[in-house]
């Protein structure tokens, strides 16, 4: 009878044990989301407001999926949610996490060590972010990892695993850093900072890409060398522990001469800054009669310009801009203090050429194949000289060819190619940039076209508004933002968000034919509206011109449209969302656009007859 009873406490022991086992782990995964809530100071769609301290229970949160044996959180996904704030530690102790999705918001600092605590994780996706530092060696723990999302980012140093990193932790294989993740078939690194060489283990993966990095001696596409300068910093600073930093305290004397010294030098400053700016008003009042057509200059605008930037960029003298416009007669646009000419150097290539006051530096730092490049500049003494000289593609504008012609050149497969070129142009400015560019006046009579058909975003009115902003008594050009700014990031967020929603309007200029504003139609986005809501309206939106053309991707492109055109702007995904929606769907192989471009023809001869 003892024996009997000794049996039954154990086994009654034994299922207190079963049960309450559960609930401490659970207990630990509201702590890790609760934790996670806590780190983000900006949550603007509201998406963590149900995740309540006093629920024990976590699996009726937003994003947050629980196993149905044990309620123990195994999927955590809140991508596309403008979430701001670091990623924490304590996101280790979700330990039965499968999956891992906080892609494409706004999440900054490093990843923390602990992401390297989650045993049974398959799928990381931390790309499309702000994340900074070093790749942690410790994602090489993740031996079920068949996933590894990271692309789009600010991620520096060198990849753990590679000859330059000083990992020591191996595997029984010998494998060291992410080359111990033998499950891994489909990594992103692209577009970080990343440097060093590439892990020879990489080649087993079966998807895997590397693009928009500082690596040495490898195939993949880097990014220019100006911007590799910092790129190996991100390990070095990663592995400093806080404990062994050293504080140093100076000398009292010595604290008082530099402050003495610092009052001095900005009194100095100050003065050379009054002087230039009474050396400017006089000059500038000298030569106010020089050209007929001169350009408006803000006397209250300081310009700053460091021609160490412009080393890359030829310079090309007033004279030989005269003779290449025709004497500057050949006026192809202009605002009130902005005057763009066209014209023919003695290779015989085109160019435009934007008389502008001095954003020079800022056009010298874009570098992209559908963003116009600046091929020279001519800095002259007198002001009203100094001119910005482009590419200029001669097959005309988007808008000319969509609106004023025919329009029959533009086959589908073309267009969805000038939809992709156009959001991979955008993605590089808005993300790639530091500080992120904005296009301020982006529309299909922005985007001109190559011979071949290729976009490229030639943007005036941006570096006119960059020099002339109301209210800015002075500032310097670093690095291609004003100092004096106020509010500039909130700015910045919102002339994003406005880009966004222009590629809308291009998107639904492309598949239409529509313009943006016709008397006969009216406004293109009221109108398009009307049949974005179900499916099956989507066909009513394409140009009748290619109704008999393929329109597998026209799902894809009405769902990119509804969300880039959202009313509210926080609520439009970031070019990096867009761009990769386009990629995944879209076929823009050289077979399917010249197919797709001889039945285009076909079917204009057919339409005319």
Not at 534 to 545: G, S, W, Y
């Amino acid at each position: 009878m003892a024996r009997l009873l000794g049996v039954s406490l154990l086994v009654a022991g034994l299922g207190c044990a079963l049960l309450v086992a559960p609930s401490e782990s659970a207990a630990d995964d509201v702590s890790a989301l609760l934790a996670f809530k806590k780190a983000i100071f900006e949550d603007p769609l509201a998406k963590l407001s149900d995740w309540n301290s006093k629920d024990e229970n976590p699996c009726g949160w937003t994003g947050v999926g629980c196993s149905p044996f044990d309620s123990r959180v195994v999927t955590l996904i809140l991508d596309h949610n403008t979430l701001m704030g670091p990623i924490p530690k304590g996101i280790g102790k979700l330990r039965n996490l499968i999956m891992l999705n906080l892609s494409t918001n706004q999440l900054d600092g490093p990843i923390p060590i602990e992401i390297g605590d989650m045993p049974k994780i398959s799928k990381i996706d931390l790309r499309a972010n702000r994340l900074d530092g070093a790749i942690p060696p410790e994602i090489g723990n993740l031996t079920s990892l068949t996933e590894l999302q990271l692309s789009n980012n600010s991620l520096t140093g060198t990849i753990p695993g590679s000859n330059d990193s000083s990992m020591v932790s191996t595997n029984r294989d010998g494998q060291i850093g992410l080359c111990r993740l033998t499950q891994l078939t489909d990594m992103d690194l692209s577009y970080n900072y990343l440097a060093g060489d590439v892990p020879t283990c990489f080649m087993q993966i079966r998807r895997l890409s590397l693009v928009g990095n500082c690596f040495e001696n490898n195939d993949t596409t880097n990014r220019p060398d100006n911007q590799c300068e910092n790129s190996q910093k991100g390990n070095e600073s990663s592995r400093v522990d806080g404990n062994q930093q050293k504080s140093f305290q100076q000398p009292l004397w010595l604290l008082i001469l530099e402050v003495i010294t610092a009052i001095s030098l900005l009194t100095v400053l100050t003065l050379c800054t009054i002087a230039g700016l009474r050396r400017c008003k006089a000059r500038s009042s000298r030569n106010s009669g020089t050209w007929t057509r001169a350009i408006s200059w803000k006397e209250n605008t300081v310009i700053s310009i460091d021609d160490d930037l412009l080393a890359n960029v030829p310079k090309i003298s007033r004279q030989e801009l005269a003779e290449a416009c025709e004497d500057f007669s050949n006026i192809i646009g202009s605002t009130h203090d902005t005057v763009v000419y066209k014209g023919t150097m003695k290779d015989g290539s085109e160019i435009a050429v934007v008389s502008l006051s001095a954003s020079v530096v800022e056009m010298a730092r874009l570098s992209h194949e559908n963003v116009a490049k600046m091929v020279g500049y001519s800095k002259e003494s007198d002001p009203f000289s100094r001119m910005l000289v482009f590419q200029y593609p001669p097959n005309g504008t988007l808008y000319e060819h969509l609106h004023d012609g025919e329009g029959y050149q533009l086959s589908w497969p073309r267009r969805m190619k000038i939809a992709l070129s156009i959001a991979r142009a955008l993605r590089y400015l808005h993300t790639e940039m530091q500080p992120p560019f904005a296009v301020a006046a982006l529309t299909s009579s922005s985007v001109y076209l190559t011979e071949d058909f290729s976009p490229k975003i030639i943007d005036f009115e941006r570096w006119r508004a960059l020099l002339t902003k109301p209210g800015l008594s002075s500032g310097s050009i670093v690095n291609g933002s004003f100092n004096n700014i106020i509010d500039s990031r909130h700015r910045r967020f919102m002339d994003i968000q406005a880009n966004t929603f222009a590629f809308g309007v291009i998107l639904l200029e492309l598949i239409s034919g529509r313009a943006p504003v016709s008397k006969d139609t009216g406004d293109l986005v009221d109108w398009a509206r009307k049949h974005l809501d179900q499916t099956e309206e989507f066909i009513k939106l394409v140009d009748p011109k290619l109704m008999n053309a393929n329109h597998e991707n026209l799902g894809i492109v009405c769902n990119v449209v509804n969300l880039c055109i959202d009313a509210e702007p926080c609520r439009r995904p970031s070019m990096n969302m867009i761009t990769a929606i386009l990629e995944e769907g879209i076929d823009t192989s050289p077979a399917t656009v010249l197919r797709d471009s001889s039945l285009a023809w076909a079917e204009a001869e057919i339409a005319i007859s």
